[in-house]
């Protein structure tokens, strides 16, 4: 790891701490998997309003596998790209009753076989439910770990790829946690609040764009 990375690590972990949250409200994993679908393209708020009532209407697996298409969607409506995401929620929950036993799998090639689950929604799962080392790249981490100068890379597997190697393995979920934080009271998009900024003396985009 490089004194720049190490100089980061240190400064998130003061002001943010070391504690695992997770930002989307659940009791289980089919239930965190179902809202992070959700979560797609939608704030994390806009869909614990929406889990609230769909989880007591829905109340498990078999619930959400023999929903009706069009009623789900009305009930998911809110989240945007309803559409997809009903077609993809009820694949899911009938793959995880056929398939897996009505288990949430563990691996990311069991995980990504699943409807509406790409890499992103798969650590999410592994990170936040079996605590497996993983890191979640959404678009605050992809942007902000470009702006620190952790990664060039465009495309999020490669983005993934490239933290993995550059953050130590006890940061790789806090990585996500930290960065979402970040990005939601500071590093904002497109205003970031770089004067507020407690990683404006490590971060390359800013640096490069106040040479004296």
Not at 10 to 38: F, M, P, R, S, V
Not at 128 to 133: A, E, I, K, L, R
Request: aromatic fraction near 8%; charge should be neutral.
């Amino acid at each position: 790891m490089t004194k720049h990375t190490q100089a980061i690590l240190a400064l998130l972990d003061a002001h943010y701490g070391t504690d695992y949250t997770c930002y989307l409200n659940h009791e289980n994993a089919w239930q965190l998997l179902i809202a992070t679908i959700l979560s797609a393209q939608c704030t994390d708020a806009r869909v614990n309003i929406v889990t609230k009532d769909l989880f007591q209407k829905y109340p498990s697996i078999d619930a959400f596998a023999d929903a009706d298409l069009k009623e789900l969607e009305q009930d998911i409506h809110s989240t945007g790209f309803y559409h997809n995401k009903a077609k993809n929620i009820i694949a899911c929950c009938r793959d995880l009753r056929d398939k897996f036993n009505g288990e949430v799998p563990r691996t990311i090639e069991e995980l990504t076989s699943l409807a509406g689950v790409g890499r992103k929604t798969a650590n999410v799962i592994r990170g936040n439910v079996f605590n497996d080392p993983s890191i979640v790249v959404d678009t605050h981490v992809k942007r902000i770990s470009k702006k620190l100068g952790i990664t060039k890379e465009e495309d999020p597997v490669k983005v993934e790829m490239e933290l993995m190697k550059a953050l130590p393995k006890d940061h790789w979920i806090l990585w996500n946690i930290q960065i979402i934080t970040l990005g939601r009271q500071i590093c904002k998009a497109p205003t970031p609040k770089c004067e507020e900024c407690f990683l404006k003396e490590h971060c390359k985009d800013y640096q490069s764009r106040n040479k004296k």
